[in-house]
């Protein structure tokens, strides 16, 4: 299959602190910690990255959506369907063009077939324990993890108020393996803890809502000339 190529060269590391992003034009100086600052006062955007441990302890934060408490979000998606396109972009279901493009593909196209598959995830606010500043950070997780966290969450005899900011269960998550041999364990701490969340939660609903539309017949039909199929529409 085709893949985006880049012929960027890697940066050198400066032990010097960046002052602007225009420097050498003598645009607007931005600082860099004046930046960083912004990035935790705004919020929902912030995406939870793996430590080289693959060992982390989250605490789960619900939202409000339509008046409400909600402890996740579905994501069902197809990721980077064009090489020109970097990210996802929403399946539509039934009426999804890219879907039905993968439908009426045959095995000779399998890699096309895989490559198109809708991927599934979960997305929850989290806080990492790790993280001194607290803050409310996007944890994305596959339905193994999922079926975990809920799990506990529902089990209110052994775990009441698991979400509780004064004393909540946090949860070790354990990632191992690379690909399709990834495996996840969740644990839930024995230890109660209480945590101040720093910055704004993300309403996932009413982010996907402002993505903006995305015409998938259009993104179908160039997928189609790129691997050179038929569409079926």
Request: proline share 6%; aromatic share 8%; glycine share 6%.
């Amino acid at each position: 299959m085709p893949r985006a190529k880049s012929n960027a060269k890697p940066k050198r590391q400066s032990t010097k602190k960046k002052q602007s992003v225009r420097q050498s034009a003598g645009g607007i100086h931005l600082d860099s910690d004046d930046l960083k600052q912004d990035i935790r006062d705004a919020g929902g955007g912030n995406y939870f990255t793996w430590p080289d441990s693959g060992k982390v302890k989250l605490r789960l934060l619900p939202y409000e959506h339509s008046g409400r408490a909600k402890l996740f979000y579905k994501a069902v998606q197809h990721w980077q369907p064009t090489p020109e396109i970097r990210g996802s972009v929403s399946c539509e279901g039934h009426d999804c063009k890219l879907c039905q493009l993968r439908a009426s593909l045959d095995k000779a196209n399998q890699d096309l077939i895989d490559h198109l598959r809708p991927r599934i995830q979960y997305l929850f606010n989290v806080v990492d324990k790790a993280d001194k500043e607290e803050r409310i950070q996007i944890f994305r997780g596959p339905r193994t993890v999922y079926n975990m966290f809920v799990a506990v969450i529902l089990d209110e005899e052994e775990f009441p108020d698991a979400c509780s900011l004064e004393k909540g269960v946090d949860f070790l998550v354990q990632k191992s393996g690379t690909g399709l041999n990834t495996t996840y364990g969740v644990t839930p701490s024995p230890k109660r803890s209480a945590v101040n969340p720093q910055g704004s939660l993300t309403n996932f609903e009413e982010q996907e809502a402002n993505r903006g539309s995305v015409d998938l017949k259009v993104i179908a039909e160039q997928v189609a000339e790129a691997y050179d199929v038929t569409v079926p529409f």
